[in-house]
Nanobody, 113 residues
Framework: QVQFVESGGDWVQPGGSLRLSCTAS????????MGWYRQAPGQRREFVAT??????NYADFVKGRFTISRDNAKNTLYLQMNSLAPEDSGVYYC????????WGQGTQITVSS
């Protein structure tokens, strides 16, 4: 059974930083492209970043601010988020890239003063 467990979400002031983690189980993690996605209230889930064989890809709205990385030995995906803005608020999820598996519970990010 595939499972993603996201963590690291929190409330943070604008300009702050957070590091998200996602631990995967039930998949051959090291052989799969992985991604981060987010969903703001009332909006559709959207792509944030992907990583595959060391190659990264970012949505325009996070370029230069977010960094995706992975530790294949730990089956864990990371997202370093800097210069956070209120529009970054939402629930963040990890999944494959493309997102073909069931979603985890996500982790909530709230950026406000």
């Amino acid at each position: 059974q595939v499972q993603f467990v996201e963590s690291g979400g929190d409330w943070v002031q604008p300009g702050g930083s957070l590091r998200l983690s996602c631990t995967a189980s039930g998949i051959s993690f090291r052989w799969n492209a992985m991604g981060w996605y987010r969903q703001a209230p009332g909006q559709r889930r959207e792509f944030v970043a992907t990583i595959s064989s060391g190659v990264t890809n970012y949505a325009d709205f996070v370029k230069g601010r977010f960094t995706i990385s992975r530790d294949n030995a730990k089956n864990t995906l990371y997202l370093q988020m800097n210069s956070l803005a209120p529009e970054d608020s939402g629930v963040y999820y990890c999944n494959g890239a493309p997102a073909t598996w069931s979603w985890g519970q996500g982790t909530q990010i709230t950026v406000s003063s």
